[in-house]
């Protein structure tokens, strides 16, 4: 499976963006997808997760509340809205399919894509 993150970019506190996670190659329904984080000098922590139908999602405590993550295995996409944004959610997204195991072990994922960058002003 061949991950592209998109839809990263320049936006003011409070304000929304929608990253996008495009697969190829192998059926992207056969894996759970998820999406972390990566700020400067911090490690890379989970975001959201989201089973391989749509129907389960798991957020981290940061994201419950400000974003939603969903899935169009149709197109093979899956999807981060993120609303509210804070300073604090500056970092590079990263997107991840995972075949099994816990969303929040990051050595478990199966494939990464290359990361889109959030930068979140005050």
């Known amino acids: 499976v061949q991950l592209q993150a998109s839809g990263g970019g320049l936006v003011q506190a409070g304000g929304s963006l929608r990253l996008s996670c495009a697969a190829s190659g192998r059926t992207s329904s056969n894996y759970a997808m998820s999406w972390f984080r990566q700020a400067p000098g911090k490690e890379r922590e989970f975001v959201a997760g989201?089973?391989?139908?749509?129907?389960?999602?798991n957020y981290a405590d940061s994201a419950k509340g400000r974003f939603t993550i969903s899935r169009d295995n149709a197109k093979n996409t899956v999807y981060l809205e993120m609303n509210y944004l804070k300073p604090e959610d500056t970092a590079v997204y990263y997107c991840?399919?995972?075949?099994?195991?816990?969303?929040?072990?990051?050595?478990?994922?199966?494939?990464w894509g290359q990361g889109t960058l959030v930068t979140v002003s005050s």
């Open positions: 991840a399919a995972l075949y099994s195991g816990s969303y929040y072990y990051i050595s478990g994922y199966d494939y």
């Open positions: 989201i089973s391989r139908s749509g129907g389960s999602t």
